[in-house]
């Protein structure tokens, strides 16, 4: 073996050090503002009522289990609550989660010093970690449960019957789906495989592990599902997330894996070209892989657990991916790449196991006769190292996530006359930052809930109404309160998908009297005032106060 375990230990906790040692210190070098959804999160963790937070979270405030919001505010509470703090706790999550998936690869195959290559390129060229990992979200705290979720059931595939391993099945997959809904995905994906592997071996032991998502599937129904229902409505008629096409479902799955520059792939035309090579690649070498393995029999495949992980890692990877275009069709979209971010850990399996299939016994791996990587890498490591660090620290030194762009168009307008922005995507984060003046956003059901209206508005007005509802957040303005003794003579960033201020323009209660040009696409800044008399706009519209406050 590879000089002892302790080397690979050793690389393990370099894997974790290099991950969280750039990420943190890029966090000291940069301005930690926080996009809309953080924004939704940080309200929640900084409640000083623990039962208030919870009530919340139901409230159609967010539409994330509890785990998430719970545990950061138990050490939120507990610490502090410093962004940068808390952005550093997600890093160490996900750090761990990498350093942990380094450790329980190596066991399976390979050698230590070129896994760490393999993995730690991977992830590094992979730029949905760079924008995840410090975001005060759920997304990595859910990414470290499933990670842990795919070891207890790679684990149940040799031992279908231990009750350990059955008793952690029920537990962590449980708090997987309590952690982020698409934990449901998961665990219907990982019951499809076990169903699966049952019909193949007709090995009646696997009724065990069949009967516990049995189980989990009933705790939750009755213990969450009440709450969760009531969190579905804030998706109500529509999910914010625009139907994908052939383009934008390559797009997705391309972020899942390594690229040398999204933006490159981006701007070589209408076609993701390279990720659609990509994607195809990974599922030839797959189906080139496994099919004879899988030919050789049950008793054959899973007497080789490195080989089940790759299968294991293959159907949840494909699986989660149709299950969630089947909902996204059928019921809600919700194909965007960040909710299927634990199927990246997947690709970096299948890309590893992938290295030694071809590579045989020259490298190592599969065979089983490994050599002592580090002597021939010893030279190399401590310069990848260096360099990967230094990258890391670059590439999260450089990420933006508030719209910076129009925040900096806002500081230009006079400071005394208030600003409306027409999405939650850009009013959360500007309100948050400009405390200083009025910065208001205007819940008008009539415009959020017209069909030809953005997809996103209706999201935007049921959340905006719960963060109005639970913390009393003035700049969340009724439109009964959208008069002319209000708001005299105000700005709007108007965006040409949004339809809302063209409302008040139509029905002639408001009238434009300078339109401000913006180099942002889509974006336009109007000056604007009432017209006539204090009347109010809800009575203009013909609508009645209790439809403008629903």
């Given amino acids: 073996m590879f000089a002892g375990s302790i080397k690979s230990q050793s690389l393990s906790f370099i894997v974790f050090l290099v991950f969280a ?31 208030h937070l919870n009530g919340a979270i139901v409230s159609g405030f967010e539409q994330t289990p509890p785990v998430f919001f719970n545990l950061y505010w138990l050490i939120a509470h507990a610490i502090s609550l410093d962004v ?34 393999l993995i730690t390129g991977i992830a590094a060229f992979t730029y949905l970690n760079i924008t995840l990992a410090s975001q005060i979200r759920s997304y990595v705290p859910f990414l470290f449960v499933t990670f842990i979720y795919f070891t207890i059931i790679h684990r149940l595939i040799q031992r279908p019957t231990s009750t350990g391993l059955l008793a952690a099945h029920i537990g962590v997959g449980l708090l997987m789906t309590l952690t982020h809904n698409f934990g449901l995905f998961y665990l219907a994906a990982a019951g499809a495989f076990f169903g699966v592997l049952w019909l193949w071996s007709t090995d009646r032991r696997y009724w065990f592990v069949l009967g516990s998502f049995g189980v989990i599937g009933v705790v939750w129904l009755l213990g969450w599902y009440p709450f969760f229902a ?40 209408k076609l993701p070209l390279v990720a659609i090579l990509r994607f195809a690649g990974l599922i030839a070498l797959f189906l080139y892989i496994a099919v004879p393995k899988i030919r050789k029999g049950h008793k054959a495949a899973v007497a080789d657990p490195a080989f089940m992980l790759y299968l294991l890692s293959g159907f949840i ?14 019921h809600t979209s919700l194909f965007i790449s960040r909710y299927l971010w634990p199927n990246h850990l997947l690709v970096i399996y299948q890309l590893i196991y992938a290295f030694y299939y071809f590579a045989g016994s020259r490298i190592t791996g599969i065979s089983g006769q490994r050599v002592n990587g580090l002597d021939r890498l010893k030279w190399v490591l401590p310069v990848y190292m260096l360099g990967l660090t230094f990258f890391l620290f670059y590439q999260s030194r450089k990420l933006v996530l508030t719209p910076a762009s129009v925040m900096a168009y806002v500081d230009q307008l006079d400071k005394k006359a208030p600003v409306f922005l027409e999405s939650s995507l850009n009013f959360l984060p500007i309100w ?42 003035g700049a969340v303005m009724p439109v009964v309160d959208f008069n002319k003794e209000q708001v005299p003579h105000f700005y709007v960033v108007d965006e040409e998908w949004n339809y809302q ?7 002639k209660s408001v009238k434009v009297i300078s339109k401000i ?26 609508q009645t106060p209790a439809e403008q406050n629903l």
């Fill in 432 to 473: 948050y930052y400009n405390r200083d003046r009025p910065i208001h956003f205007l819940l008008d059901y009539e415009s959020a809930f017209d069909p030809d209206n953005d997809p996103g508005a209706t999201v935007g007005y049921h959340t905006l109404s719960a963060v109005k509802a639970q913390y009393n957040v």
């Fill in 230 to 269: 009531v969190q579905a409505k804030t998706g109500e008629p529509h999910s914010w997330i625009p139907l994908p096409d052939v383009m934008t479902f390559f797009r997705v799955v391309g972020e899942l894996q390594p690229t040398v520059s999204n933006k490159l792939e981006e701007s070589t035309g």
């Fill in 84 to 117: 940068v703090f808390l952005k550093s706790v997600s890093i160490v999550f996900f750090a761990a989660t990498l350093a942990l998936f380094f450790r329980y690869t190596t066991k399976l195959i390979g050698n230590p010093a070129i896994n760490f290559l």
């Fill in 317 to 330: 990877y494909a699986a989660t991916i149709t299950i969630t275009l089947a909902v996204t069709f059928l």
């Fill in 517 to 542: 040009p913006t180099t942002l696409a889509g974006f336009t800044i109007l000056e604007c005032v009432f017209t006539g008399s204090d009347s109010k706009v809800a009575e203009a519209a013909g």
């Fill in 21 to 51: 040692g750039s990420f943190i210190t890029a966090l000291f070098f940069k301005e930690n503002q926080l996009w809309m959804d953080e924004i939704l999160s940080y309200l929640l963790i900084s409640d000083s009522s623990y039962t």
């Fill in 501 to 507: 201020i063209e409302r008040f323009i139509q029905n």
